[in-house]
């Protein structure tokens, strides 16, 4: 936010990371209050922190869920993950997606970033998903479906 009040909605490179969280051939994904598209539990890196420890952070603020193990899945960077916020700050997304199928906990709805949690059907997926995700989620399904 700091960055952003001296570089306004220019674009910039952001380091995150996302899960995809599978349990019975299907994937959670998480409707978002800020565009109401589907996509994956996940977010931006802090100052100090590895690219796992922000997968096991977002899942938990966003999904109530503890991952008790995560695999790297893949990398994505480049124009397909460009994304402009619903408010106007503009991003190209460097992520690290991690497999997680061991996992704690309840799902609970943060009511900030998420209004909504489903587990999909790999075959059933919505067809309105958040446009960082849909790289991930396709090289996804292309290897395990």
């Excluded at 100090?48 to 960077?77: C, P, Y």
């Excluded at 916020?85 to 991003?91: A, L, Q, S, T």
Aim: hydrophobic letters at 40%; proline letters at 5%.
């Amino acid at each position: 936010m700091e960055l952003r009040k001296l570089v306004g909605t220019r674009p910039l490179i952001m380091a995150g990371a996302c899960v995809l969280l599978c349990s019975n051939h299907q994937l959670l994904l998480q409707r978002r209050t800020d565009n109401g598209c589907w996509g994956l539990p996940g977010g931006s890196m802090e100052l100090g922190e590895t690219l796992e420890e922000v997968a096991k952070r977002e899942l938990f603020e966003e999904t109530g869920l503890t991952a008790k193990g995560l695999e790297l899945f893949d990398m994505f960077s480049g124009k397909d993950l460009y994304y402009k916020y619903p408010h106007g700050d503009e991003v190209y997304n460097v992520v690290a997606a991690y497999l997680c199928t061991d996992f704690d906990g309840a799902l609970k709805v943060d009511g900030i970033e998420v209004q909504e949690l489903r587990f999909f059907n790999y075959a059933e997926l919505p067809s309105e998903l958040s446009p960082p995700d849909v790289p991930v989620i396709k090289r996804f399904l292309d290897r395990f479906v």
